[in-house]
Each structure stands twice: as structure tokens, then as C-alpha cells.
């Protein structure tokens, strides 16, 4: 259950916050803006009338983060107030001339392809054989599998249903995902196999489990991410390639998480498409119809960054520049 807003804007920002669900934005993302900005009226606000540009500007002051960070929460009530103005609430935007913080280019982290298989034999060993828990561990293999295959993101997996998976098609349907976008996409016959093997055991060995998921957790629930990320971070540890994100001039080089897999697969992907010769810009729209980007423009900015020696070296170059400076 979401948590109420409390401050004397409480309304405004619930009214806002179902408006942009209505337009299919994740609700997480901008509830956590406004959850942070309702606690900080609190503190410092109690009326309208307070809410001019300096009250902003000493708000952006006081978030102590990553500069893409303040952007995205002046972005989110930036956004908030030009609601209520066209609502007829407000005459004015206050945070209209608030100019924004010199942001950050952030690389992700890439996973070459074979430290990709590395990962999953790692996740792989982790199965524990025992009945109790085998279903269970091989359903966490499987999602960072379909992360890694297929680019998929960290909730997508998760939230499946069986009558998702199309077995004669060997496809997935992806239902309501980011935007609220819907998509079809056809697996691998490497992981088809590897999901067909689970549900044929599911089937054999947990009869009794109608679990409406297709990876299904305990007590016929639904896994959770913090399940997932557990035993992914595990596995970066097992094969040796934790590192912290780093942050040099201007630039924030990622750590591997969860999302790296997603990255990797569109970077990946696109290395192949140009080592077989072809024009990586031509398989943009399609690469982007299955990823679930709203506009295959958005999987252009893949290109940016061909493949894990690209972001190595675009570290040295950073550091290099340091020392120049």
C-alpha cells in the first residue's frame, strides 16, 4: 500500500501522481520524488504563499546527491506545477527559471559476453539440489537468465504469469511493462529448452503448487527483486569482477547491478550485428521493439558505447584527462 502524503499540498500531489500512472509511468519513480518533497514541506512550508523560486533554490541546495539526482527531482515538480497550473491552481510554475545542476554522463558497467556466461554458470552453481529449495533457486537462475538473453528488465521476469509463455511459438508475452507498453518477443532456443526443462519439473515434482507465476517463488507467490539482486551480486563476487562506481571529472562509470545485464545484451548485441558486417543503425528498431523502448532512438544511445574495451578505455581517457588538468 502506497504511503499518504501529509503536508497541506497532500491533494495536489496524490491527484498528480495518479495522472501520471494514468499516462503508464512506473508509479515508484515519481511517488519517491514526491514522498521526499511532501516531508520537506513539512519541515520548512505551511502555506502556499511560501512556495516561490527561492524556496526552491534552497531546496535544491539541500539535496546532498549526484547532480543527475537533483535534476530528475527538479524535472519531477517542475512537472508537478505545470499540472496544477493548466489545473487552474497555481498562476505560476516556481520552479520555471530554477536552472539545473551540471549533470553527469553515466556509463554503465558492460558485461563482455563471456563474463556474461560467466555470471550465469556462477548463478548456476548456486542451485541447491535439495527438493526443498530446487524449484525455487532454478526460478532466480532463470530470471537473470532472461535478464542476460534478453535484455529483459529486472521486473519483468518476475511479474509472468503461465498463460504468458507461448510454448509452441517458444514466446513471451511481456504484459504492461515500462509505459505501459506491451510486447511479444521470442526466446533463444537455449533458453526456451532451459524453461521448458523448470516447468516440465515444476509439473512433475510440485503438482501441488498452482502458482499462477511462471517462476515461481514459495508458497505459490511471485519472486522478489531483493531475492534476485542477492544472488546476482553473488555471483559478481564468485567470478571476480565487483568493482564501486567511480566517479571521475564528469563522468559516473556504473557498477554492475542487476539492469548491467540489459545494457549488455543491447551493446552486445549490437558488437555482433557489426562484427557480421552489417550496420548496427539498421537493427535499431527492431533491437528496440524487443527491449520495450518507447522510441528506437533510445536504443541508438547504445551506440555510444559498442562494447566493454569502449568503456575501459573511455576510464583511462577520464583519468588521463585528470591528470592533464
Request: one cysteine or more; proline letters at 6%; charged letters at 25%.
Amino acid at each position: 500500500m502506497n504511503k499518504a502524503f501529509e503536508s497541506f499540498m497532500a491533494p495536489e500531489l496524490e491527484q498528480f501522481a495518479a495522472y501520471r500512472q494514468q499516462l503508464g509511468y512506473e508509479p515508484d519513480g515519481i511517488r519517491s520524488v514526491l514522498l521526499d518533497f511532501d516531508r520537506y514541506l513539512q519541515k520548512h512550508a505551511t502555506e502556499q504563499s511560501q512556495l516561490t523560486p527561492a524556496f526552491f533554490l534552497q531546496l535544491r541546495a539541500s539535496i546532498h546527491e549526484d547532480p543527475n539526482t537533483v535534476n530528475r527531482v527538479l524535472s519531477g515538480l517542475r512537472a508537478l506545477f505545470a499540472f496544477l497550473l493548466r489545473q487552474g491552481l497555481y498562476s505560476q510554475n516556481p520552479l520555471e527559471d530554477i536552472p539545473a545542476r551540471g549533470q553527469r554522463y553515466f556509463v554503465p558497467f558492460i558485461f563482455t559476453m563471456p563474463q556474461t556466461d560467466q555470471l550465469l554458470q556462477a548463478v548456476c552453481k548456486t542451485i541447491r539440489h535439495h527438493p526443498r529449495y530446487f524449484l525455487f533457486d532454478m526460478a532466480l537462475y532463470l530470471s537473470i537468465l532472461l535478464m542476460a538473453r534478453c535484455g529483459m528488465r529486472i521486473n519483468e521476469p518476475l511479474r509472468l504469469k503461465t498463460g504468458h509463455w507461448r510454448p509452441d511459438e517458444g514466446t513471451l508475452y511481456i504484459e504492461k511493462s515500462k509505459f505501459r507498453k506491451d510486447r511479444l518477443i521470442p526466446l533463444p532456443a537455449a533458453v526456451k529448452k532451459e524453461l521448458d526443462d523448470y516447468l516440465k519439473l515444476r509439473q512433475l515434482f510440485a503438482a501441488d503448487n498452482q502458482s499462477p507465476y511462471l517462476l515461481a517463488s514459495k508458497n505459490q507467490r511471485g519472486l522478489h527483486e531483493n531475492q534476485v539482486r542477492c544472488v546476482f551480486h553473488r555471483a559478481v563476487d564468485a567470478i571476480g569482477i565487483r568493482q564501486k562506481r567511480q566517479i571521475i571529472g564528469d563522468m559516473t562509470f556504473g557498477k554492475p547491478v542487476p539492469h548491467s545485464l540489459r545494457h549488455s545484451f543491447a551493446i552486445n548485441t549490437l558488437t555482433q550485428i557489426r562484427a557480421r558486417g552489417q550496420n548496427p543503425q539498421h537493427a535499431l528498431p527492431v533491437l528496440a521493439a524487443y527491449m520495450g523502448h518507447r522510441k528506437y532512438q533510445y536504443t541508438g544511445a547504445y551506440l555510444k558505447v559498442n562494447h566493454a574495451a569502449d568503456r575501459r578505455g573511455l576510464i583511462e581517457f577520464a583519468k588521463s584527462q585528470l591528470d592533464v588538468i
